[in-house]
Structure formats: structure tokens, C-alpha cells
């Protein structure tokens, strides 16, 4: 079974590294994966260029993430980012790891050279064996930002000041993922989404993680091609991480599993999705959803460790297969 | 006092160190002193441009050096560094330090944001607070090279290559400093020389470290016009540090206190020395270099901590200024 993944960071990594450790065992030696992973989280900082998605699905399939904080690598230290802060030299709100940084100095010199980010990813994937093939969204660069009325202007800032300086609590007005309109899917993610027997939307941020990667042209009529199941990032009415809810409430989406799954829309009648995993405790929530076209199951949701994300892989997969895939 | 000090690494940076220490004594208060650096030595590594006696002048000077090794900063750290071995980027021969790398990080930045390296130098400096003045001898890029025979053929090599992966051990051809003949001296160069009371040789390699800073055009110049006092980096027949001894046996000088004064010449007979400062063990050795017109003065020339450096520095100055400075 070919498997194509939409993903941006921890949850849609966490599902990723369920979904790899299916593909060990015996039901599923024949599963092929491809991670189309967001870009729009991505910053320049320092003349270095941080691709938090993709090395946050390259750290978490390869061994090397900080399981605790869900980014960055494990026994990481902050020397170089003391240093930088002793010249005087911001931002402060990004937490820049040492080993973390040995990947930007790598992907920022060969960006330099004039390599695509997706052979970059590529190459920095080969030391940490993945098992998986992760395609970054677009080679071009794309980054979100955040419209936001703040001391008394309207301003636009970089999504990574407005989520970790200001920890998502100026409201947001607006997303704006620039660049992607003129921008072009990286080299295979098409041919990927067309050749997927199933296309999953990981529990990932609907609006900033999602929306980038289906925001590049040719992308969203790819994935309308095939069978897409969805898996709520929403829980009980709140979102398993981060500040989703945040960014919900800028498109006028309620924090729900249902209403997320709304607003994907259902394949009937024009929207992405064919299936919806949710939570165990979502079930009466979106009860009326397979009545409106989108054909949802309830499973536990809660990615504890690999086991349960693993489960929950599974199950996207085997809806997927009730679904035709 | 006005003084200019031509400098390399390690040794310039101790003997800059007692001369700085002079200035907050009594009878020093009115002693001025810019630092004029090699940047012969710097190398680009992994996209940062690295200026390795410009830092080792700056750490020494602002309190932030290894003092046991004498370059790179106090409790450092390699964890960039081995990340970077992991993923197979070399190369291996340079020790990349964490708190290092920030310095480079910022320099690398500016340098990409059109900043000169005598601004970088500067704003780098603000953070150090180390009471001299330190310019680059110059804003353009200038990097030894050296010919060797290696492997049946003569090639060239980065400085550093040769100084780190090899120790010197490859016999050293010639040295090139690519770049020196259409250089510029840096802003306030030429200044700072012509308003020297005296300019002094730092107790640096004099192949790889004094000549890239003489070799930039309008610099020996500058120093003819002016008393020039040398510190002997050789003592009793061995360099102080480093591989000083290869360097001299490719332009054929004797690693040997007196051979270095002649390679640098007397100014009455067209060289650069007026006054040259070596170990007391060297006495006997230069004793004919006062009658050659180098007027020789023999102290003891082991920086062992600040007050043996302050007092070398000191009789530097005292020397300079019995030639009339």
C-alpha cells in the first residue's frame, strides 16, 4: 500500500514514526511512505536556514528527537544560543539547540551551493535512516505570517514570533502563507499524491500546518484525486498540543473534531475528505458526520508512545481500505 | 604613547594582553594602542567565515580565552562539531567550539549584510570591552596559502590545512597571500601607524603572521616611516609556539632570534627594525646586531601569566622609546 502523508511537525511526526513502525511488521511489509511535510514554519535566523517540520519528522523517525518536548534532539545544549544572546544577538523566544544547529549549518551551506531544499532533505535524511521518504511541501521558500492587530496597528509578523514570542495570544487576524501562490510542488510530491493509494491528513494543525502544504498550486487537485482520510489534531474540544485553537478561531472554525472535519469539507460534495479518524471520546461529537459524507470512526487518539501511534496509523490505513483505497 | 602592534595569534594576543595591562598602571596612562591583525589566516568553514587571530586577540584581550591552549574560549565545547562529523561534514582537522561558533555566526552575518570585517571587528569587540583598538589589516580577503610536494606533486593548500591536518610535517615550498597585492589596508591602518610613536613587531610567526600584514600595500610603507621595535618569537633556537621553524625553513632563515632580526633588516640598511627585544637566553647569539644597526636589548621573553607578559610589553616600549619614540 502506498501511503501519502500531509504532515507539519510533533503530532504529524508522532503519527509518522506510528505509521513507519507498522511497515515492521508482518501484516504491512508491503506499505510505502511518503511525508509531504509543511515549509511555511520555516525561518531564517542568523543566516541560517530552520526548517522546523522537517527536522522534527527527520529527528523523530531517525532516533534523535527530544521525546519529552516532542522537537528539537535529544541532550541538547543551548551554548551557542547563551553566546549569541551575551552579543546582544536575538531573537531570544527561538530556542536554537546545538546539535539541532550542525543541521541548519549543513542545509543553509548547500542551500548556498544552490541545492533544492528536497536533495538537501535528502541528504541530511541519509544519516538518520528514516525509512520513510520525506518531500518538503515546495522547493521555493514559503513562510506564514500572521496579521495581527497589536499596539494599536495592524501588523504582519513572522508565524514564529507570533506562536513563540507571543505564544499565539495576540489574536490572529489572518495567515498568510507567502510565496505559495507563485511557488511549485517539490520534485515527487505530485507524482506521490497521484500514486498514493491513500492520502493522509496527520494530526496536524489544520490551519498552519495543513493549509501551507495544500496551498501550493497543483497540490490540492493532486490529493482531490485520491481517497483522503483525515485524523482529527482535535480532542474533546481542545487541541492535543500547541495552540491550534488559536488559530482556528482567526478562520472562524470552532475547536471541535467535527467542526475541523467540516471544514475540510466532505469529497461529495467538494471537499478533501473521504474518511475521519477521531478520538474514542469524540464519537457522539461527530456522530453526524458519515451522514454528511465523510465516513468517521472513533479510536484512541492519544499518541502516548510508538505503540499507540502506531495503532492509530493503523486504523487511518485500515479506513482507508474501507473506503476503497 | 601612540603605539601600533603588528600581531598574529596566540603570541601577539599574550603580548597585547601585557601591554593593555599597562595601561592601567601609573606611569602608562597615556599609552594608546591599536592592534593591527593577520587575516591571513582566516578560512571559511561550513558557509562562517572563521578569523582565527582576530578572536584569539579578542578572547585574550576580553578575558574569554582558553588560557591552557591559547586560542578558542574558556570551558568550550564541541557538540556542533561532532554533530557535524555525524553527518559526515568535514572537515575534521578544525575544531569548531560551540561558544566560538556564536562569534562566527554574528561575523558570517554581518559580513553577508555588506558589514566590513573592520566593523564586524568592532561591533564584535563592544560585547569583549578590551581597551585597545583591533583592526583587521585589511576589510578584503586575503588567505594563505602554501605549496607543497605532496603525494608526487606539488599542489597548494589552505594555511590552516597545512597547520592542522598536517602539523606543518609536509616541507612548506612557499607561502602565497592570496589576495594581499590588490588588497586595501582597513580603514584607520595607515592612521594609525603614521601616528604611531612606535610600531612593534608582536612576537608572532614572522612568515605567516607579521609578512600577510606587511604584504598588503601602503602598510610597510606606513612602518618604514616609524620606529619599529621587534619582539624575537624565537628563543635559545625554538619558536615559543607552533611551527614556526617550518615556516622560516622555506624562505631560508635559522629558527634562531638573530636570523629573524636579519630576514627583517636593519632600517639603516633599508629594513624594517630599529630596535629588536629578545630572551636573555639569546644574548650572546645578537650580540652583533647592535653593531649590524639593530639595536639589540636581551629580557627575559616567557609570557607565563599577564605580569611577565606586562613586563615584556614594557620593555618594548622602554627600547622604542630610547630609539626617540
Redesign the interface.
Known amino acids: 500500500m502506498r501511503v501519502a502523508v500531509i504532515t507539519g511537525g510533533v503530532g504529524g511526526a508522532r503519527f509518522l514514526r506510528g505509521l513507519q513502525a507498522l511497515t515492521h511488521t508482518p501484516q504491512w511489509t508491503d506499505l510505502s511512505i511518503t511525508a509531504i511535510a509543511n515549509i511555511g514554519d520555516d525561518i531564517t535566523l542568523?543566516?541560517?536556514r530552520i526548517c522546523p517540520d522537517l527536522d522534527t519528522v527527520m529527528y523523530t523517525l531517525g532516533g534523535g528527537i527530544d521525546n519529552e518536548r516532542g522537537w528539537g534532539r535529544t541532550d541538547e545544549?543551548f551554548?551557542?544560543h547563551s553566546?549569541?544572546t551575551?552579543?546582544?544577538?536575538g531573537p531570544a523566544w527561538f530556542g536554537l539547540g546545538?546539535?539541532d544547529?550542525?543541521?541548519h549549518?549543513?542545509r543553509?551551506?548547500m542551500l548556498?551551493a544552490g541545492y533544492a531544499l528536497s536533495d538537501v532533505t535528502a541528504a541530511?535524511c541519509k544519516?538518520w535512516d528514516i525509512g520513510i521518504e520525506l518531500l518538503p511541501m515546495s522547493n521555493d521558500r514559503i513562510e506564514t505570517h500572521v496579521t495581527v492587530d497589536h499596539d494599536g496597528e495592524r501588523k504582519a509578523m513572522h508565524f514564529q514570533q507570533w506562536w513563540l514570542e507571543h505564544k499565539a495570544e495576540i489574536p490572529a487576524q489572518s495567515f498568510a502563507f507567502v510565496g505559495a501562490d507563485t511557488a511549485t510542488a517539490a520534485p515527487g510530491v505530485i507524482a506521490a499524491l497521484s500514486e498514493a493509494d491513500a492520502i493522509v491528513l496527520a494530526p496536524s494543525n489544520p490551519v498552519v500546518s495543513i493549509a501551507p502544504v495544500l496551498a501550493v498550486p497543483g497540490i490540492k487537485e493532486a490529493v482531490m484525486q485520491r481517497p483522503v482520510v483525515g485524523v482529527s489534531p482535535i480532542i474533546a474540544g481542545a487541541a492535543v498540543r500547541g495552540y491550534a485553537d488559536a488559530c482556528l478561531r482567526a478562520i472562524d472554525v470552532e475547536t471541535d473534531a467535527a467542526a475541523v472535519a467540516r471544514h475540510f469539507g466532505a469529497r461529495a460534495h467538494g471537499g478533501l475528505l473521504n474518511g475521519w479518524l477521531v478520538d474514542d471520546s469524540d464519537h457522539e461529537v461527530c456522530a453526524a458526520l458519515t451522514d454528511e459524507g465523510i465516513v468517521t470512526k472513533a479510536v484512541p487518539l492519544w499518541m502516548r508512545d510508538v505503540p499507540t501511534a502506531s495503532a492509530m496509523a493503523e486504523a487511518s490505513l485500515l479506513l482507508a481500505q474501507d473506503l476503497g483505497a
Not at 551575551?86 to 544577538?89: D, E, F, I, L, W
Open positions: 542568523h543566516d541560517l545544549t551554548t551557542v553566546e549569541l551575551a552579543y546582544g544577538a546545538d546539535r544547529l550542525a543541521t549549518l549543513i543553509t551551506q548556498n541530511l544519516r
